[in-house]
């Protein structure tokens, strides 16, 4: 099909076969494709026609695509709603889906999150993260924030890791 990645796209029906041959591997954003899109193609007018071909023919589908991030997304469960806000961003969702999709993550799944990542880290027994010491609580604020957790799930997290200590005395 299209083997040669240096070859120039010319035409309009090259631009949407090569299109749709990369819908054909996942789902794209809008930004995404058109970026692809601009690295064979010089033509403006004819990367705005297949996008709206597209478009018209619901092949690219900035809502659908918006859900497929999350749901992969879903698929981490040691990670939080800063991590999914920027994972969004970087995967170019269209801004006015990410408070809808912000919004499906609730504060009950974010804190059994968090939950899962301190059952994850205590696995280690790494004295690292001995929340006994002031060293440990601070390295696991880090860790906490480093998967995306803001500090109402900081401390959720802090205190199953006190919760952990205490069942073990």
Known sequence: MFRNASRSLTTCEEVYEYALSLLDRREHGEKELVQKLKRRCSSERLIRETVEKLKAYDFLNEERYANRVFEAWLGKKVYGRLHLQAELFRKQVNET?????????????????????????????????????????????????????????????????????????
């Open 97 to 169: 889906y990410i408070p809808e999709i912000l919004q499906r993550l609730t504060e009950e799944e974010e804190a059994q999150r968090v939950e899962a990542a301190y059952l994850q880290i205590a696995k280690r027994r790494d004295k690292k993260y001995d929340c006994t010491t002031e060293k440990g609580v601070a390295a696991l604020v880090r860790y906490f924030s480093a998967r995306g957790f803001g500090p109402s799930m900081i401390r959720i997290g802090l205190a199953k890791a006190k919760a952990e200590l205490d069942e073990k005395e």
